[in-house]
């Protein structure tokens, strides 16, 4: 029985780890994307004494072959930012995570004009959904959950 159960922990391990390590390669994302981004207005309002009037934000992110990140969402740069496979077969159809992540880096500079921090790390967990990127844009800090920020929603170009 203990054979069983650590002969089945070790298969699962196994694929999950394949599915992570030697599953796809990225270079069906790689290109320029571009859209809109919805800025969710409650992080912005709250961080400045001024209200938010930017409802949507240009969004231009190139992946390179090499997974790195590149581009800007409103008129903050992407700075060593990289894209990664984020789950596998079973993740997905536990719908765990999600498919892809961008994680890494930073972006420096505002996003919206009432924006007080100028460099923040980030991290965008995304699909693809009708070949678009759907995702979110979230500042991360060391001890405290994601801040959403931005609702992304690009399109290949």
Same mark, same amino acid.
């Given at each position: 029985?203990?054979? @069983?159960? !650590?002969?089945?922990? !070790?298969?699962?391990?196994?694929? !999950?780890?394949? %599915?992570?390590?030697?599953?796809?390669?990225?270079?069906?994302?790689?290109?320029?994307?571009?859209?809109?981004?919805?800025? &969710?207005?409650?992080? &912005? @309002?709250?961080?400045?004494?001024?209200?938010?009037?930017?409802?949507?934000?240009?969004?231009?992110?190139?992946?390179?072959?090499?997974?790195?990140?590149?581009?800007?969402?409103?008129?903050? %740069? &992407?700075?060593?930012? =990289?894209?990664?496979? +984020?789950?596998?077969? $079973?993740?997905?159809? $536990?719908?765990?995570?999600?498919?892809?992540?961008?994680?890494?880096?930073?972006?420096?500079?505002? =996003?919206?004009?009432?924006? @007080?921090?100028?460099?923040?790390?980030?991290?965008?967990? &995304? +699909?693809?959904?009708? +070949?678009?990127?759907?995702? @979110? $844009?979230?500042?991360?800090?060391?001890?405290?959950?994601?801040?959403?920020?931005?609702?992304?929603?690009?399109?290949?170009?």
């Amino acid at each position: 029985m203990k054979k @069983t159960i !650590l002969f089945l922990g !070790l298969l699962l391990s196994i694929t !999950l780890l394949s %599915e992570v390590v030697l599953g796809k390669g990225l270079s069906d994302i790689c290109g320029t994307w571009q859209g809109k981004g919805r800025v &969710f207005q409650s992080h &912005f @309002t709250r961080s400045s004494a001024d209200s938010c009037k930017t409802d949507s934000v240009d969004i231009f992110l190139v992946i390179h072959p090499d997974n790195r990140v590149s581009g800007h969402i409103g008129k903050a %740069e &992407f700075v060593d930012c =990289i894209v990664k496979k +984020n789950r596998g077969w $079973l993740g997905r159809l $536990l719908n765990f995570k999600t498919d892809y992540i961008i994680t890494g880096g930073t972006i420096a500079g505002n =996003i919206v004009p009432v924006d @007080t921090v100028i460099q923040k790390k980030i991290t965008i967990p &995304f +699909n693809i959904v009708d +070949n678009n990127i759907k995702g @979110t $844009l979230m500042q991360t800090y060391k001890w405290k959950y994601p801040d959403p920020l931005i609702r992304v929603l690009v399109s290949k170009k």
